[in-house]
């Protein structure tokens, strides 16, 4: 009996840190439009930068770039835009631990039935 007691009490600190917890990761999803990062390929002659939504917002060639030589383009494209996303999610991730308190998320929320 005192054991649930026990248990009763401490459930009000654990929703109040549930509670911050969920203010943070709202504050970090505001954020991701605003996250960028970027990737490049070819030694910088292609560039490409993606959001924290990973969503591509800039493709830049390089002047020396070899504009005649369409399947190098697409190849470094791609990889540059890869990159950029690559970068994009490894900064979400770590916003989101910072978050969290690098609680796994997918955990929690297999838990909770979510």
Do not use: C, H, W
């Amino acid at each position: 009996m005192f054991d649930n007691l026990k248990m009763l009490s401490q459930l009000g600190p654990m929703m109040q840190q549930a509670r911050q917890m969920q203010a943070k990761i709202q504050e970090v999803q505001a954020r991701l439009p605003r996250i960028t990062a970027t990737g490049s390929a070819g030694g910088s002659l292609v560039t490409a930068t993606a959001n924290g939504l990973f969503e591509i917002t800039s493709i830049t060639y390089a002047t020396t770039a070899p504009l005649t030589d369409a399947e190098l383009i697409a190849d470094l494209t791609r990889a540059a835009v890869n990159q950029a996303i690559k970068n994009a999610q490894a900064i979400v991730q770590k916003e989101m631990a910072d978050a969290t308190g690098g609680m796994d998320m997918g955990a929690l929320q297999q838990m909770l039935g979510q």
